[in-house]
């Protein structure tokens, strides 16, 4: 099993900046995809950037030019560096996980850190 914990979340203002952390336990050789997933009240959860299983970073349009996606594999850690932060990016940030074991899929969630931008 992977277990997923975000922390970094806050109050800022709108034009500043944030760096979320999700720390990896468990079976972190089992993870094919990782990335950062967000969820504004009233919508769906969506895609905010993810590493692929080739290492490649994909990310939403909306955080095209903003947002950084970054790893420390010796910590086990992801990172979101958000920039040129807007009251539209307020939403709570999820960490996921696509893991593999014995041919099974699991997606795996943390439990999520609230980003609130204020105008």
């Known amino acids: 099993q992977v277990q997923l914990v975000e922390s970094g979340g806050g109050l800022v203002q709108a034009g500043g900046s944030l760096r979320l952390s999700c720390a990896a336990s468990g079976n972190t050789f089992n993870i094919n995809n990782i990335g950062w997933y967000r969820q504004a009240p009233g919508k769906q959860r969506e895609l905010v950037a993810e590493?692929?299983?080739?290492?490649?970073?994909n990310y939403a349009r909306s955080g095209q030019g903003r947002f950084t996606i970054s790893r420390d594999n010796a910590k086990n850690t992801l990172y979101l560096q958000m920039n040129s932060l807007k009251p539209e990016d307020t939403a709570v940030y999820y960490c996921?996980?696509?893991?593999?074991?014995?041919?099974?899929?699991?997606?795996?969630w943390g439990q999520g850190t609230q980003v609130t931008v204020s105008s």
């Open positions: 590493f692929s299983s080739g290492g490649r970073s």
């Open positions: 996921h996980a696509e893991v593999w074991s014995k041919s099974m899929r699991y997606d795996t």
